[in-house]
């Protein structure tokens, strides 16, 4: 099994957490305080 790193494309941050999944698509929520966007995806279509 393979971790990859997964940063917050806003701010750069690597303490990011899953937080669901929609439309079949994983989200993730960035926990860093300071960033101005919280909930991303790892790939956008």
Sequence with gaps: MVLVALKCPFCGSTNVGKNGTN???QRYICKNSECRHQIF???YT
């Design 23 to 25: 439309n079949g698509k």
């Design 41 to 43: 995806y790892a790939e």
